[in-house]
């Protein structure tokens, strides 16, 4: 009876590493992958720490947007890396950054002016990883009619134009913590931002 005991036991603790390292996340809040690379989308992301929000920041020219329609932009990290960040002014391997676009609306009930945000319209992904080749990824989980549950790194011409904005544009690493507040002071205190800001 006890060896039956024992192996129930034995059985249900290789069960749930199993399935804990299928999503990657092993006892943390970091990124989860699959087959190696595939970044699985964060279900809970919304719990996380909250970073920012900006409504109609886009990196194409002006003349070519619906300034009546801007999307608004809200950037969630893993808190772990939250924390780490605030003792260091630095991200720890395994940050996962989520950027969640929403259409904004100015129709609601007793909204009389300005926008609020709306239906979901898609979902990217910022990694820190030393699994990757430089340290960092980023992933397009697309929109929410064919979201799929995992994402492949993005590669070739769309990585490179990723790779160099958030090489030259960010303040810290490769990260806008200059839309950040509450963390581009803590960069500033830890001396971590990068010259010329």
């Known amino acids: 009876m006890r060896t039956l005991l024992t192996g129930a036991i034995g059985f249900g603790c290789l069960l749930t590493f199993a399935l804990m390292t299928v999503h990657g996340q092993q006892g943390g809040d970091g990124p989860g992958y699959r087959n190696g690379t595939q970044l699985v989308r964060p279900v809970s992301y919304r719990e996380w720490t909250f970073l920012s929000s900006g409504v109609g920041m886009t990196y194409a020219a002006l003349g070519s947007l619906s300034v009546n329609t801007p999307t608004f932009g809200n950037v969630f990290v893993n808190p772990s890396s939250y924390r780490s960040f605030l003792q260091t002014g630095r991200w720890p391997d395994h940050t996962i950054f989520i950027l969640e676009t929403r259409a904004s609306s100015t129709e609601g009930s007793i909204v009389k002016g300005g926008r609020f945000q709306a239906a979901l319209a898609g979902l990217e992904a910022e990694v820190k990883d030393s699994r990757f080749p430089d340290g960092w990824a980023f992933f ?57 800001f």
């Open 140 to 196: 397009n989980f697309g929109s929410p009619k064919q979201m799929p549950d995992a994402a492949a790194p993005l590669s070739g011409d769309a990585v490179a134009a990723c790779a160099e904005c958030h090489t030259k544009n960010t303040a810290v690493e490769r990260t806008f913590v200059q839309f950040y507040p509450v963390l581009l002071d803590v960069a500033r205190a830890k001396r971590t931002l990068k010259p010329g």
